[in-house]
């Protein structure tokens, strides 16, 4: 942990918070990722052996937010928006553009909404605070979400599942299924028989 | 042929279905795999013949064929073969009609 906390790669002139954890073998390509980073929780983003993150993941963490990732797993570039909890689990792929968010900060009720548009601070890039509860999001073990696809507060992806590219996934997806579209939907279950249909 | 921007056409499947060989792929992707080879992953091509229009943000995925003189809309994902003339909107991409 008395690494240095800057990377000798990066382009931005940032650092790695001191609340974020890696593991051995962790790639990182950029500082940037922390740029919407704000947690002061103590273990606020662990990365676990092997894992990656590369030049479009976003790590917007509000003040109590955590974020777990797994064993080799790859974020492509994802933007995790997170107030409460977002766990990724060991080998998750997570493609480009996608959203992982845990939490909607803004209320549905327009009063609401127009508040927090009347206490941003001139020029503050956040939201003071966040207005509804948030809803951790489990991304399961072996799981590969695919490219512009987002994951609604609340959501579990389970373990060896594949979100399609562009979907929009608002419900729970069970282990080992195929859901795309958007809504998404479940397309199929992943037979063992899948090994021999691959090329 | 005109296509829009920010339109991925994609030719492969980037990952294997199968969860054991995800597993494989996602340690010889990670930093721990200098040098492990990738499984093999699906490929199948994409034919885009004359005269379609593709509209911004769309997405074509590996295996398609876009008949003469399609359009595709903004936005659709196309994932089946699409009949020459044909009008395609959508998520998963429908033909809505035909081009006149």
Redesign the interface.
Known sequence: MNAPRTLSWDWYPGVIPENVRLDDDVYVETTFSFSLFRSEHPDAVHLGQGASTYLGAMFDVGPRGRITVGRCALIHGARMVCDELIEIGDYALISWNVVLMDTYRLSFDRQKRREALRQLPQGARHWVESQVEPRPVRIGRNTWIGFDSCILPGVTVGEGSIVGARSVVDRDVPPHTIVAGNPARIIRAIEPSDSERRA | VVIGWNT?IADTD??????????A???A?????KGRPR?????KRVVIEDDVWIGPNA?I?KGVRIGAGSVIEAGA?VTRDIPAGSRVVG??AQVVGEVT
């Open positions: 991925t980037f990952h294997p279905i199968d969860p054991a060989e995800r597993i792929d996602a340690i992707c990670s930093p721990m795999g499984p093999v992953v699906a490929r997405v995925l994902l998520n998963p």
